[in-house]
C-alpha cells in the first residue's frame, strides 16, 4: 500500500445473489430444494481508486449504480467477491445512527452504548462527553429517556456520537439530512473543520452542491464501473449534464407514450369509461404535448381560445437544451393556434428564481410596441442576447394575453433551466449580471 | 484465529454496553427494576418448593435444594441457547449497517444470561443458609464450574446464532431440543437412579458433568472428581472452538442473508 494513500480499492467486484424463490424456513428450503435458484446481480464490475490521507472524495451516481454498496465494502460490512480493499487507520461509518440506542435509557447511557458499537474506549466517551452533548445541543434532556426525544433529537444525539469519533476515516452515506437547517449547516461545517484537520472523508450523496463544497475528488459510478474519477466540480457538472439528457429522453418517450393513448382514443379503440379516463389525463397533463423539454412542476390555465401548440428552447447552436451559461444566448420558439379570427395578443415571459424570487418579466406588447395579429396558427420567437442571471435555477412562465387583462393561455414553470457560470470561481453573488469595474483613485 | 480474539478483546467495551443494556433495559420501565433480576429466581425456586414438598414428596431429601442447584444453572444455558440463536437475526439493522466482529452480539446475549445466574446464585445461597442443607466452603469451586459452564454455553450458541442466519427454524428447532435436553439432564432427578445403559448416554451430554458438578458443590458438599473437571474443559474448549469456527465460516455473508 502506497504510504500517502488512506484507502486503495482495486479491481473490486461484488455481486449479490437474488433468489428467485427465495424460503428461510427449512419447509420450503426442502419443497422448492430444486427451485433454490438464483440470479447473481453484478452491483459492481471491478472498480478501482485511491484515497489519499486528508482527501475528500465523494461517490456519485444514480440509485442502484453500486456507490452505497461500495461503502458498506470500505466498512468492511460487505466483503467483495473479487479484488482487495485497504484502508490505513480507524475508520469510522455514518451509515447507520443511533445504532443499538436502547430507548428506555438515558440519553447519556445510549452514547456510551452507541460509541462502544463504533468501537470506541469508554474512557474515551468519558473524555468527550461534553462536545457530544454540546454539539447535540441536548442538554436539558440528556438524562431522560430517549422514547421521549423527538425524531430529530434523536438523530441529533445520534450524529453527534458518530462525528465526535476520532476516526481517521470517516464514511458518510447521505445523511446530511439530519434536523434541522440550522443544525444541519453546524454538521456541514463541523465535516469541513475534520477535513482541515486531516481527516480523510468518503461520502455518498445525490446533494451536488454538498460533494462540490466538500470535496476535492468526486468518483462518478455508473452501472457498476467507474466512469469518471477528477475534481469534484467538474465530475458533478459533467454529471448533471448527462443527467438532464436521460432526463429529456425519458420525457420524450413519455411524451409519445402520452401521444400514442391520445391517438387511441381518437381511433375510438378503447370503450367509453377508458376513452374518459384517457381524455382526462391528456387535459391534464396537456402542457406535456407542447415539448418533452417541459418542467416537472408545470401547471397551465387560460381561457384556451387561444392556445401553445408547441414550445421549444434552444441554445445559440440551435440545440435544445435547459442548461446555460451566463451571456449565453437563450430562444424560445413558441407555436400556437386560434379559435378567434382576427383578435391581437400578447405575449409574455417571466423568469423566476428556484426560490420563488421573480427576476425578470416581458411582453411582446411593452417591447415593440404592438400587438401581435394572430392568425389561426403562428410562430413566436422570443431571443436574449445575452442571459445576466447569476448561477442557478429558474422557472420560465409563458403567457398569450388579449389586448386586455384576459389571458388566453398560460403556463406556470413551463421550463426549469440551469444557469450555470463556466469560471472555478463566481466573482458575483447576488441575481443579476451588472458590467462595472473597480478603479483606484490616487 | 488469534487475530481474531484480539479484535473482539478490543470491543470489549462493546460487549460491557450490551450486556448493560439488556441487564438495565430489560427492567428499565418497572417499577421494581433490577430488583425482578432477584425476584424472578426467588419465586422460581419458592414454588417449586411448595410443589415438590407439599404435592410431590420427593425420594430426594431437602428435594428442592437439590433442584434449585440445578434449575438456576440449567436456566442460564437454556436461555443463552434459546435466545442466543437470535442475537444476530434480532440485531439485523445493526449487523447490516455497522461493522464490529459480529460474535460480539452472541457473546452479549450469553453473558447478559450468565449475569442473571451469577444473581440467581445470591438467592441460591440465601435458602441454603436457611435450609438443612447448609453452605460449606465448597462454594470457593463454584468459578471453576460457571466458566465451563459458559464455554460449553457459548460454544453452542455461536453455532446456533450463525446457522440461525441461514435457517430461520434453526431458533425453533433450539427450542424443541432445549425441551428434550432437560430431561436429559439430571436436575429434576439423580443420575443413580437411571438404568446403567441409559447413564451412559447421559454422561455423553456435557451438560450432566455440569449439573453433577454444582450438585456436588452445593446439595453434597464435596468436591467433584478431577475427571470430571478435566473433561468439562476439554468439551469447551472443543465446543467453543468448533461454534467459533462454524461462525466464521458463515459470518462473511450476514450482512447480505439478514
Same mark, same amino acid.
Given at each position: 500500500?502506497?504510504?500517502?494513500?488512506?484507502?486503495?480499492?482495486?479491481?473490486?467486484?461484488?455481486?449479490?445473489?437474488?433468489?428467485?424463490?427465495?424460503?428461510?424456513?427449512?419447509?420450503?428450503?426442502?419443497?422448492?430444494?430444486?427451485? =433454490?435458484?438464483?440470479?447473481?446481480?453484478?452491483?459492481?464490475?471491478?472498480?478501482?481508486?485511491?484515497?489519499?490521507?486528508?482527501?475528500?472524495?465523494?461517490?456519485?451516481?444514480?440509485?442502484?449504480?453500486?456507490?452505497?454498496?461500495?461503502?458498506?465494502?470500505?466498512?468492511?460490512?460487505?466483503?467483495?467477491?473479487?479484488? %482487495? !480493499?485497504?484502508?490505513?487507520?480507524?475508520?469510522?461509518? *455514518?451509515?447507520?445512527?443511533?445504532?443499538?440506542?436502547?430507548?428506555?435509557? @438515558?440519553?447519556?447511557?445510549?452514547? &456510551?452504548?452507541?460509541?462502544?458499537?463504533?468501537?470506541?474506549?469508554?474512557?474515551? $466517551?468519558?473524555?468527550?462527553?461534553?462536545?457530544?452533548?454540546?454539539? @447535540?445541543?441536548?442538554?436539558?434532556?440528556?438524562?431522560?429517556?430517549?422514547?421521549? &426525544?423527538?425524531?430529530?433529537? &434523536?438523530?441529533?444525539?445520534?450524529?453527534?456520537?458518530?462525528?465526535?469519533?476520532?476516526?481517521?476515516?470517516?464514511?458518510?452515506?447521505?445523511?446530511?439530512?439530519?434536523?434541522?437547517?440550522?443544525?444541519?449547516?453546524?454538521?456541514?461545517?463541523?465535516?469541513?473543520?475534520?477535513?482541515?484537520?486531516?481527516?480523510?472523508?468518503?461520502?455518498?450523496?445525490?446533494?451536488?452542491?454538498?460533494?462540490?463544497?466538500?470535496?476535492?475528488?468526486?468518483?462518478? !459510478?455508473?452501472?457498476?464501473?467507474?466512469?469518471?474519477?477528477?475534481?469534484?466540480?467538474?465530475?458533478?457538472?459533467?454529471?448533471?449534464?448527462?443527467?438532464?439528457?436521460?432526463?429529456?429522453?425519458?420525457?420524450?418517450?413519455?411524451?409519445?407514450?402520452?401521444?400514442?393513448?391520445?391517438?387511441?382514443?381518437?381511433?375510438?379503440?378503447?370503450?367509453?369509461?377508458?376513452?374518459?379516463?384517457?381524455?382526462?389525463?391528456?387535459?391534464?397533463? @396537456?402542457?406535456?404535448?407542447?415539448?418533452?423539454?417541459?418542467?416537472?412542476?408545470?401547471?397551465?390555465?387560460?381561457? +384556451?381560445? $387561444?392556445?401553445?401548440?408547441?414550445? =421549444?428552447?434552444?441554445?445559440?447552436?440551435?440545440?435544445?437544451?435547459?442548461?446555460?451559461?451566463?451571456?449565453?444566448?437563450?430562444?424560445?420558439?413558441?407555436?400556437?393556434?386560434?379559435? *378567434?379570427?382576427?383578435?391581437?395578443?400578447?405575449? @409574455?415571459?417571466?423568469?423566476?428564481?428556484?426560490?420563488?424570487?421573480?427576476?425578470?418579466? %416581458?411582453?411582446?406588447?411593452?417591447?415593440?410596441?404592438?400587438?401581435?395579429?394572430?392568425?389561426?396558427?403562428?410562430?413566436?420567437?422570443?431571443?436574449?442576447?445575452?442571459?445576466?442571471?447569476?448561477?442557478?435555477? /429558474?422557472?420560465?412562465?409563458?403567457?398569450?394575453?388579449?389586448? +386586455?387583462?384576459?389571458?388566453?393561455?398560460?403556463?406556470?414553470?413551463?421550463?426549469?433551466?440551469?444557469?450555470?457560470?463556466?469560471?472555478?470561481?463566481?466573482?458575483?453573488?447576488?441575481?443579476?449580471?451588472?458590467?462595472?469595474?473597480?478603479?483606484?483613485?490616487? | 484465529?488469534?487475530?481474531?480474539?484480539?479484535?473482539?478483546?478490543?470491543?470489549?467495551?462493546?460487549?460491557?454496553?450490551?450486556?448493560?443494556?439488556?441487564?438495565?433495559?430489560?427492567?428499565?420501565?418497572?417499577?421494581?427494576?433490577?430488583?425482578? %433480576?432477584?425476584?424472578?429466581?426467588?419465586?422460581?425456586?419458592?414454588?417449586?418448593?411448595? $410443589?415438590?414438598?407439599?404435592?410431590?414428596?420427593?425420594?430426594?431429601?431437602?428435594?428442592?435444594? /437439590?433442584?434449585?442447584?440445578?434449575?438456576?444453572?440449567?436456566? #442460564?444455558?437454556?436461555?443463552?441457547?434459546?435466545?442466543?440463536?437470535?442475537?444476530?437475526?434480532?440485531?439485523?439493522?445493526?449487523?447490516?449497517?455497522?461493522?464490529?466482529?459480529?460474535?460480539?452480539?452472541?457473546?452479549?446475549?450469553?453473558?447478559?444470561?450468565?449475569?442473571?445466574?451469577?444473581?440467581?446464585?445470591?438467592?441460591? #445461597?440465601?435458602?441454603?443458609?436457611?435450609?438443612?442443607? +447448609?453452605?460449606?466452603?465448597?462454594?470457593?469451586?463454584?468459578?471453576?464450574?460457571?466458566?465451563?459452564?459458559?464455554?460449553?454455553?457459548?460454544?453452542?450458541?455461536?453455532?446456533?446464532?450463525? !446457522? %440461525?442466519?441461514?435457517?430461520?427454524?434453526?431458533?425453533?428447532?433450539?427450542?424443541?431440543?432445549?425441551?428434550?435436553?432437560?430431561?436429559?439432564?439430571?436436575?429434576?432427578?439423580?443420575?443413580?437412579?437411571?438404568?446403567?445403559?441409559?447413564?451412559?448416554?447421559?454422561?455423553? =451430554?456435557?451438560?450432566?458433568?455440569? !449439573?453433577?458438578?454444582?450438585?456436588?458443590?452445593?446439595?453434597?458438599?464435596?468436591?467433584?472428581?478431577?475427571?470430571? $473437571?478435566?473433561?468439562?474443559?476439554?468439551?469447551?474448549?472443543?465446543?467453543?472452538?468448533?461454534?467459533?469456527?462454524?461462525?466464521?465460516?458463515?459470518?462473511?455473508?450476514?450482512?447480505?442473508?439478514?
Amino acid at each position: 500500500m502506497n504510504p500517502e494513500n488512506a484507502i486503495e480499492v482495486r479491481d473490486v467486484r461484488k455481486y449479490f445473489k437474488v433468489y428467485l424463490d427465495k424460503g428461510h424456513m427449512l419447509r420450503e428450503r426442502v419443497i422448492h430444494f430444486s427451485r =433454490n435458484k438464483y440470479e447473481k446481480r453484478e452491483v459492481l464490475k471491478g472498480i478501482s481508486f485511491d484515497v489519499k490521507k486528508g482527501e475528500s472524495v465523494g461517490l456519485i451516481g444514480k440509485n442502484g449504480c453500486g456507490k452505497s454498496t461500495t461503502l458498506k465494502m470500505l466498512t468492511k460490512i460487505l466483503r467483495p467477491n473479487a479484488g %482487495t !480493499i485497504e484502508t490505513k487507520g480507524r475508520v469510522c461509518s *455514518l451509515i447507520e445512527l443511533g445504532a443499538g440506542f436502547h430507548p428506555d435509557m @438515558s440519553g447519556r447511557e445510549n452514547i &456510551y452504548i452507541n460509541a462502544s458499537i463504533f468501537g470506541i474506549k469508554a474512557k474515551e $466517551v468519558d473524555r468527550r462527553l461534553n462536545d457530544i452533548i454540546r454539539f @447535540s445541543e441536548l442538554e436539558d434532556f440528556i438524562d431522560n429517556p430517549v422514547r421521549t &426525544y423527538s425524531s430529530g433529537m &434523536y438523530m441529533r444525539l445520534a450524529f453527534s456520537v458518530a462525528i465526535n469519533v476520532d476516526a481517521d476515516i470517516l464514511l458518510i452515506d447521505e445523511i446530511l439530512a439530519v434536523g434541522d437547517n440550522a443544525f444541519q449547516t453546524k454538521c456541514f461545517n463541523k465535516l469541513k473543520s475534520l477535513k482541515d484537520q486531516g481527516t480523510t472523508i468518503v461520502i455518498v450523496s445525490h446533494a451536488l452542491g454538498q460533494v462540490e463544497k466538500l470535496c476535492d475528488k468526486a468518483v462518478w !459510478i455508473e452501472k457498476g464501473l467507474i466512469r469518471k474519477i477528477g475534481p469534484a466540480r467538474k465530475v458533478c457538472s459533467e454529471y448533471l449534464d448527462v443527467m438532464e439528457k436521460e432526463r429529456i429522453a425519458r420525457a420524450e418517450v413519455e411524451y409519445r407514450m402520452l401521444m400514442e393513448e391520445a391517438n387511441t382514443v381518437a381511433a375510438g379503440a378503447a370503450d367509453e369509461e377508458e376513452q374518459e379516463k384517457i381524455q382526462a389525463r391528456v387535459r391534464s397533463g @396537456s402542457y406535456r404535448t407542447l415539448s418533452f423539454q417541459c418542467g416537472p412542476d408545470a401547471r397551465r390555465e387560460g381561457s +384556451g381560445e $387561444v392556445r401553445f401548440t408547441s414550445i =421549444n428552447v434552444y441554445n445559440s447552436r440551435g440545440d435544445k437544451t435547459l442548461d446555460f451559461n451566463i451571456n449565453d444566448s437563450l430562444i424560445i420558439e413558441m407555436e400556437y393556434e386560434s379559435d *378567434l379570427d382576427g383578435a391581437l395578443g400578447n405575449f @409574455s415571459v417571466n423568469f423566476t428564481r428556484s426560490d420563488w424570487v421573480y427576476c425578470y418579466g %416581458t411582453t411582446s406588447k411593452l417591447q415593440t410596441g404592438e400587438f401581435i395579429p394572430l392568425g389561426k396558427k403562428g410562430r413566436v420567437r422570443f431571443e436574449i442576447d445575452a442571459l445576466k442571471l447569476l448561477a442557478d435555477k /429558474y422557472y420560465i412562465d409563458l403567457r398569450i394575453h388579449g389586448t +386586455g387583462k384576459d389571458v388566453y393561455d398560460c403556463i406556470f414553470s413551463m421550463f426549469e433551466i440551469r444557469i450555470i457560470n463556466p469560471e472555478d470561481e463566481p466573482k458575483e453573488s447576488g441575481i443579476v449580471m451588472m458590467d462595472c469595474s473597480w478603479k483606484v483613485e490616487e | 484465529m488469534v487475530q481474531r480474539m484480539k479484535e473482539i478483546y478490543e470491543y470489549r467495551d462493546m460487549i460491557y454496553s450490551l450486556v448493560r443494556r439488556e441487564l438495565r433495559g430489560r427492567y428499565q420501565k418497572s417499577v421494581l427494576g433490577m430488583l425482578w %433480576t432477584f425476584i424472578n429466581p426467588f419465586f422460581q425456586i419458592l414454588i417449586y418448593t411448595l $410443589v415438590f414438598t407439599l404435592i410431590f414428596p420427593s425420594s430426594i431429601e431437602n428435594y428442592y435444594i /437439590y433442584l434449585m442447584t440445578g434449575i438456576i444453572p440449567w436456566t #442460564f444455558f437454556s436461555e443463552a441457547l434459546g435466545q442466543g440463536a437470535g442475537s444476530i437475526v434480532g440485531n439485523a439493522d445493526m449487523t447490516k449497517k455497522i461493522y464490529f466482529p459480529r460474535e460480539v452480539l452472541t457473546i452479549s446475549s450469553v453473558t447478559a444470561k450468565f449475569v442473571n445466574m451469577l444473581l440467581g446464585f445470591i438467592v441460591i #445461597f440465601i435458602f441454603l443458609i436457611f435450609s438443612p442443607v +447448609g453452605i460449606s466452603a465448597h462454594i470457593l469451586f463454584l468459578p471453576v464450574i460457571f466458566i465451563a459452564e459458559y464455554m460449553i454455553a457459548l460454544g453452542f450458541t455461536l453455532m446456533f446464532a450463525s !446457522i %440461525t442466519v441461514y435457517l430461520r427454524d434453526m431458533e425453533y428447532i433450539v427450542n424443541v431440543l432445549l425441551m428434550a435436553w432437560i430431561w436429559g439432564t439430571p436436575i429434576m432427578y439423580d443420575i443413580s437412579l437411571v438404568p446403567a445403559p441409559l447413564q451412559k448416554i447421559l454422561l455423553l =451430554n456435557p451438560m450432566t458433568s455440569v !449439573i453433577v458438578s454444582y450438585h456436588d458443590l452445593l446439595y453434597y458438599h464435596a468436591l467433584p472428581g478431577v475427571l470430571t $473437571v478435566i473433561m468439562l474443559y476439554v468439551v469447551g474448549l472443543v465446543l467453543l472452538l468448533l461454534g467459533e469456527t462454524v461462525f466464521v465460516r458463515l459470518e462473511g455473508n450476514f450482512a447480505e442473508e439478514l
